[in-house]
């Protein structure tokens, strides 16, 4: 009884507040709740609108995948997001679209992003969502970041190797699709992204002090 009470109180943590610790976390409390907040950037114009934009590696590749094990499609992320080092269920860092059948980018998944540093400089337990570790990324990698951890949740689109595996079999990335490759000015990195948000917190900073 005493499990099933801490259970409900943690679920009722993530429903309420979008943030889960290492130790708040259980396994599908949750998802429902980053499915609702997430419904509205099906249509890309407005995930744009609310901080989020197209994603590329440093190759300038934006439709991510790895022959044998699948793809993860394409990545709008969110600088502030990417920056802030916290992890919160209903506010991930970045949208993952996979291209349909006519090329045609559908929202998938979500991603959580934290820097490893940031995050290990205040906890003392890697992060976790919904009773799920994080994957760990080794620097140097093909986005430019230092060590990472990040986690995916396949949300809006079934993934047979599981929920929170970082690749899905039933996305492809097409050689001839528009997304496989851009144009450095039309994309960001995560280290660009790193980069703006630095720029943006200065720039608060020198307002603030104007306005003393």
Known sequence: MRRMLLG???????????????????DGSGLGAVRAATAAFHNIAVAEQHGYGLLADANGIACIDMPGMGGMGVHWADP??????QIRARAPEALVYAPDR????VLAAVEYVVLRA??????????????????????????GLPAYYSLHAWVWKPNPAGRFAM??????CPSGSPTRH????????????????????????????QRR
């Open 8 to 26: 409900s109180a943690a679920a009722a943590v993530v429903l309420i507040t979008g943030t889960v610790s290492a130790a708040q976390a259980h």
């Open 80 to 85: 502030d997001l990417v920056a802030d080092g």
């Open 102 to 105: 006519d090329g045609t980018l």
């Open 118 to 143: 940031d995050w290990d400089g205040a906890h003392r337990r890697p992060p976790a969502l919904f009773g799920r570790s994080f994957d760990v990324t080794a620097a140097p990698n093909r986005f």
């Open 167 to 172: 690749y899905n079999p039933r996305v492809t």
């Open 182 to 209: 851009v144009h450095p000015a039309a994309a960001s990195n995560y280290q660009d992204m790193l980069d703006l948000h630095a720029l943006k917190t200065r720039f608060a900073a020198l307002q603030r002090g």
